[in-house]
Structure formats: structure tokens, C-alpha cells
Nanobody, 115 residues
Framework: QVQLVESGGGLVQAGGSLKISCLVS????????MAWYRQAPGKRRELVSSMLRGGKIKYADFVKGRFNISRDNAKNTVYLQMNDLQPADTAVYYC?????????WGQGTQVTVSS
């Protein structure tokens, strides 16, 4: 059973930074795709950033230049460094891992940005 556990969320002032983590129960290199999504109250879940096994990275336009996705294969962990956070970034952030056509999700970590 694959498990993803997010951590590192919290409350930060506008302009601040947070780094959230996703610990996976097995090697992240087993997955075709790792990603971070977020969901704000009353809104649909949206893709923030993704990384393919080979290292290709994509970012949503609304985070380009502010957020950075990375991974530590030895620690089975994917990170999302978030800089210059704004109130619009307030959401629950979810880690996603995909292998073939199967998706795995973490429970989410709350990020709240105060103005």
C-alpha cells in the first residue's frame, strides 16, 4: 500500500516562504510522475507543479518564478519550496504520485498566508 505523507504547512505572512515535504513509503523513482496540487475553499483542486521520473518539471503560471519543486531520491521525498507567498496561495496542498494509470494522494497540508 503506497502512502504519501505531507508536512511543513503552516501560517505565514504575505511575502514569506515555506517548504513543504512529501514522504513516500517507497522509492519515488517507481513512479512515472510526482506532483503537488492545491485546493482552496470552494475551489477545484489545481495542479501547482509536476516532475517526471526523468526530471522534467512543469509549473502552473500562477507560481512560476516563486515555487520550486525538487526531490531527494535517497529520502523518498519530494519538496515544494514556496517563496513570496500571497493570500491567494492559501489552500490545502496535496502530494500526488502516479504510476501508469493509478494515482496516489496524501492527506494534504494546510498553507495559510495572511495579508
Amino acid at each position: 500500500q503506497v502512502q504519501l505523507v505531507e508536512s511543513g504547512g503552516g501560517l505565514v505572512q504575505a511575502g514569506g516562504s515555506l517548504k513543504i515535504s512529501c514522504l513516500v513509503s517507497e522509492s519515488i523513482l517507481n513512479f512515472d510522475y510526482m506532483a503537488w496540487y492545491r485546493q482552496a475553499p470552494g475551489k477545484r483542486r489545481e495542479l501547482v507543479s509536476s516532475m517526471l521520473r526523468g526530471g522534467k518539471i512543469k509549473y502552473a503560471d500562477f507560481v512560476k518564478g516563486r515555487f520550486n519543486i525538487s526531490r531527494d531520491n535517497a529520502k523518498n521525498t519530494v519538496y515544494l519550496q514556496m517563496n513570496d507567498l500571497q493570500p491567494a496561495d492559501t489552500a490545502v496542498y496535496y502530494c500526488n504520485a502516479r504510476i501508469e494509470y493509478t494515482d496516489y494522494w496524501g492527506q494534504g497540508t494546510q498553507v495559510t498566508v495572511s495579508s
